[in-house]
């Protein structure tokens, strides 16, 4: 069973790239119908990744949220699924673009780190645990998103400044798309970001870890925190512009790459289950 | 019988006579019925634009056809048939199809890639259809070349990015703004491409329209006409705060918005975007307005390039439509030889002496028994069944070969027998021309014909 997850996650990692060519295709030949492709065969790999997920799970009897190898995969399956529910059901189009690279690295990070299917251990077998690491995903999930929109609102921007419309008209998403597409991402991203905050803090008093607070992750975390309520403010109290908001989401981005690449796997003390 | 047609058009005959000549549509219907009463077409139907006006005939005599619709729009022009002949072109059979399919995918119009065109072909078509003045051919004729339209638009970006400067700045507005329909848009001074643009942003639903001039009376009259209301020019700064799109085309010689106005008005706009689009010469607007936070400008040269690149794409476009033409034109032509009398008399028989032979050799087990001479008697017997039963229809189908409306029994002798399975024929014929996968495209980004030019756009 163990196999047909990889075979899954594999095709799952070959229909991204199909969809990618895709939306290449849409966006140098501008015909609607190759982003309706693209965007049906990304469905199609997201829904084998989610069947490799699955599996994996049977195998191992737990969440597939062990080691980098689940837990990359896990990531892309929650950034997929954030596209496809923009794509088709709001007014944000035309992003397969920019996502599916995104995707198709990270599915190819989790296979090159693949470890075969293991029992939880001993400290991770926690109701709050779990609590954690499923708001976690969540969250970055939905940050990711909102720090590849705003790269793009600010690529976009830059373009528009300079008259550089050709590789603009018709081919992005309309700058207040992005920049809603930003905002909203993140106001769903914060309070996951929060819970799993707490949820980690509680953790870690009731088992008495030492030294949590000043652990190099969790003051990422709060930094990163710190940025996105920066953001979510500047939007409500208005007179920021798009531009501001998208620095910021770019920054948020950063450390939340940070955490996830280095803090998680090499600088933290006790993390490192999901590295 | 050949499909011809008789027109003028904005690249043969000056605005003028144009405007003579055009039909609006009871007059159109009624031209299309008297080239059928006396000028010898079964068929016809009246295109007028105000670009075009042609008549599409179905006629045994294309030459006499083609005369009397010259003779007929000659008298609508008040002019003698030689006089209007230069101004004028006809075709006739497949360069007349051909011609439709280049109106029709806009490949002829004034402006590549409008979309106008196909509207105004299917209520000509759709009128005369109702008028009673179409039938097999043209039916067919001119429902497959809607679909040409819609082929080369779905399949081919002909139409997509705009070839005005007006339209072209509507869709940089949009690229910032996303929907227009929560945006205000400000025009400054009262001049005509202002005009035509804010035309065009109410037209994409933007919210609200500010007119502002030196002389109060022609920003309130303007703003009459596009829908919007005038505002007093000395409280500019304010209409800045307000306004997301500023449009500025006065005769000023000064720049009449500066970066101190708009930096004190940003004040008071709360971060967000301002788009400016300068299309006077001299400049309005102060280039270095472009250089603050969240603000786009972009003068008339800027959206210049941006249409001749769009034209130019379109143009390579273009290619890719006529091999569509191309490559439908081999359909219709394939169908429309199938309606000659003669082959088909041939193709009936040959499928009538098919079926006869088949049903002998299926019988063949059965027939051993008997001798030569009774195997020859049954031969006779079947073969002067099938005979009596040709004889009529093929009699009745020689009689009316002379007739004008000899076709419709072909096509109907055709469809009963099931003739065009040779894969040019109605049957298979009907489906072929309608792409499966193929969508609506975007209407919304579509222009009417001369969209380019205020003065023609006007019907």
């Given at each position: ?106 599915l190819g990070l989790a296979w090159s780190s693949y470890s075969a299917p293991a029992g939880l251990m001993p400290e991770l077998q926690s109701d709050i645990v779990v609590l954690h690491v499923i708001v976690m995903f ?138 | ?30 031209v299309a019925r008297d080239l059928q009463a006396s000028g010898g077409a079964c068929e016809a139907v009246a295109l007028s634009t105000c670009n075009r006006t042609e008549l599409y005939m179905y006629a045994r005599d ?398």
């Amino acid at each position: 069973m163990e196999q047909v997850s990889v075979i899954s996650l594999w095709i799952a990692l070959l229909l991204f790239g199909a969809a990618f060519a895709l939306f290449i295709f849409h966006y140098l030949s501008r015909r609607e119908q190759m982003n309706l492709r693209g965007v049906a065969v990304a469905l199609a790999g997201w829904v084998a990744l989610g069947v490799a997920l699955v599996l994996r799970a049977a195998v191992a009897e737990r969440l597939p949220i062990v080691g980098a190898y689940e837990s990359l995969a896990l990531i892309t399956w929650f950034v997929v699924a954030v596209y496809l529910v923009l794509e088709l059901f709001t007014q944000v189009k035309k992003l397969g673009l920019y996502v599916m690279p995104a995707a198709i690295l990270f599915l190819g990070l989790a296979w090159s780190s693949y470890s075969a299917p293991a029992g939880l251990m001993p400290e991770l077998q926690s109701d709050i645990v779990v609590l954690h690491v499923i708001v976690m995903f969540t969250a970055v999930g939905a940050l990711y998103l909102a720090g590849c929109a705003a790269l793009l609102y600010l690529v976009e921007e830059r373009l528009l400044k300079r008259h550089r419309t050709g590789s603009v008209l018709g081919r992005l998403p309309s700058l207040a798309t992005l920049d809603r597409l930003v905002y909203r991402a993140t106001l769903i991203g914060v309070p996951f970001l929060t819970m799993g905050m707490v949820a980690g803090g509680i953790r870690a008093i009731a088992f008495g870890v030492e030294d949590w607070l000043v652990d190099p992750m969790v003051l990422l975390s709060l930094g990163a925190w710190a940025l996105y309520l920066a953001l979510l403010y500047g939007h409500l109290r208005g007179g920021w512009g798009g531009r501001r908001a998208a620095w910021l989401a770019v920054a948020g981005l950063a450390v939340m790459l940070v955490i996830r690449f280095a803090a998680v796997p090499y600088w933290s003390g006790f993390h490192t289950y999901g590295g | 019988m050949l499909v011809v047609v008789v027109g003028i058009s904005h690249a043969t005959a000056p605005l003028e006579l144009r405007e003579r000549l055009a039909l609006d549509g009871p007059v159109a219907l009624g031209v299309a019925r008297d080239l059928q009463a006396s000028g010898g077409a079964c068929e016809a139907v009246a295109l007028s634009t105000c670009n075009r006006t042609e008549l599409y005939m179905y006629a045994r005599d294309s030459l006499a056809a083609g005369q009397a619709a010259l003779e007929l729009l000659a008298g609508r022009a008040g002019c003698s048939p030689a006089a209007l002949a230069p101004s004028t072109y006809s075709r006739s059979g497949e360069a007349a199809i051909a011609h439709l399919f280049r109106v029709v995918t806009s490949l002829d119009s004034m402006v590549l890639g409008e979309y106008q065109i196909v509207a105004q072909i299917r209520e000509a078509y759709d009128s005369a259809r109702e008028g009673g003045c179409t039938s097999v051919v043209f039916n067919r004729l001119f429902r497959h070349a809607l679909e040409v339209g819609k082929r080369v638009r779905t399949e081919t970006a002909i139409g997509e990015k705009p070839v005005s400067v007006s339209s072209a700045a509507v869709d940089l507005a949009e690229q910032v703004f996303g929907r227009l329909d929560d945006t205000t848009a400000l025009i400054i001074g009262a001049g005509e491409t202002g005009e035509l643009t804010a035309t065009h942003l109410r037209a994409r639903g933007v919210r609200d329209i500010l007119v502002t001039n030196r002389t109060f009376a022609a920003a309130r009259d303007m703003g009459r006409r596009v829908g919007g209301h005038a505002v007093p020019f000395e409280e500019l700064e304010g209409h800045l705060a307000a306004a997301d799109i500023v449009i500025s085309s006065t005769s000023a010689p000064h720049f009449v918005v500066t970066r101190e106005r708009v930096q004190r008005a940003a004040r008071r706009r709360r971060g967000r975007p301002l788009f400016f689009i300068d299309i006077a010469v001299p400049r309005d607007l102060d280039p270095a307005i472009a250089d603050l936070d969240g603000t786009f400008l972009y003068d008339i040269d800027d959206l210049e390039h941006v249409v001749a690149r769009n034209r130019a794409e379109r143009e390579k476009e273009a290619v890719k439509a006529e091999a569509i033409v191309t490559e439908e034109l081999t359909k219709v032509d394939a169908w429309l030889r199938t309606l000659e009398v003669v082959p088909t008399i041939a193709t009936l028989r040959e499928a009538v002496e098919q079926i006869r032979e088949s049903e002998l050799r299926r019988l063949g087990g059965r027939l051993a028994d008997l001798d030569d001479d009774q195997r020859a008697q049954v031969e006779l017997l079947t073969s002067s069944i099938v005979n009596k039963i040709l004889h009529l229809p093929t009699v009745t189908m020689k009689e009316v070969a002379g007739r004008d409306e000899c076709y419709l029994y072909v096509d109907a002798v055709r469809t009963l027998f099931g003739l065009n399975g040779n894969g040019s024929g109605t049957r298979d014929g009907h489906g072929e021309a309608v792409d499966g996968d193929a969508e609506p495209t975007e209407a919304g980004r579509a222009e009417p014909e001369g969209a380019g030019e205020p003065g023609a756009a006007a019907r």
